[in-house]
């Protein structure tokens, strides 16, 4: 090989390496910083949402007030394309 293929070879071997180290560099400080934020920020608690018994649904079920919603939205469409 010539010269100037050597020179080419290196850098582009100098340059996957920077590149390479880059990569580990940032993977190992998003590690870190989950690793922080995991022990040093408490997780946060959701308060009970308090429901009547006539808002509760089965798991499976879709709750009355977005079949509602769902209704409206489609008699709303369907008069403003006729």
């Known amino acids: 090989m010539n010269e100037s293929m050597t020179q080419g070879v290196e850098l582009m071997l ?4 920077i590149v390479f180290l880059f990569l ?4 190992a400080v998003v590690k870190l910083i989950a690793y922080c ?18 808002q509760v649904v089965s798991p ?4 009355p007030n977005i079949t ?15």
Do not use: N
Request: charged share 15%.
């Open 14 to 17: 100098t340059g996957m390496g």
């Open 24 to 27: 580990v560099m940032l993977i």
């Open 37 to 54: 934020v995991a022990t040093f920020v408490p997780e946060e608690k959701a308060a009970p949402v308090s429901t009547s018994p006539s």
């Open 60 to 63: 499976g079920a879709v709750s």
């Open 68 to 82: 509602a919603a769902i209704t409206a939205a489609v008699h709303k469409h369907r008069a403003k394309h006729k």
